[in-house]
């Protein structure tokens, strides 16, 4: 049985590159765990996968918090803003397949837009936060 968070960063890895709003943002499948050197903006990278136990008195369960990044070399925000929108709207309250867990729910819970140091990149960090139960 794989981990909770591993089990649902592919998922929600598989569910991005799925989704054909944040394809045609991206202009292509550029969603990553770990950042090739010489990526081409824009893209998406998944980073913080933090795991709490969510067991009751009868069952086991898991919260996972993680966060999306929307990176963009566009002027000013605006591409950013409609990559974190589509990333959004792509994994709230979906309905993931995972391999060795159950989904209960998956909210979007905060978007935080930064501009960062270069002044040319602009970065959001959607986080999202996930229950999963083990598959019976």
């Known amino acids: 049985m794989s981990s909770a968070a591993w089990d649902l960063q592919r998922a929600v890895h598989a569910a991005l590159a799925a989704d054909v709003a944040v394809l045609a943002l991206l202009g292509g499948a550029r969603i990553y765990d770990d950042v090739p050197q010489g990526t081409?903006?824009?893209?998406?990278?998944?980073?913080?996968?933090t795991v709490r136990d969510w067991?009751?008195?009868?069952e086991s369960g898991a919260e996972v918090v993680f966060t999306v990044n929307a990176w963009s070399r566009g002027a000013g925000h605006r591409q950013a803003h409609l990559l974190a929108e589509a990333v959004r709207t792509a994994l709230h309250d979906a309905a993931l397949a995972l391999t060795?867990?159950?989904?209960?729910?998956?909210?979007?819970?905060?978007?935080?837009t930064h501009r960062e140091r270069d002044g040319d990149t602009y970065r959001i960090a959607a986080r999202f936060r996930?229950?999963?139960?083990p598959a019976a």
């Open 40 to 49: 081409a903006f824009p893209y998406v990278s998944l980073a913080g996968f």
């Open 55 to 58: 067991a009751t008195g009868t």
């Open 100 to 112: 060795d867990h159950h989904l209960v729910n998956l909210r979007h819970e905060t978007s935080t």
């Open 130 to 133: 996930a229950i999963l139960e």
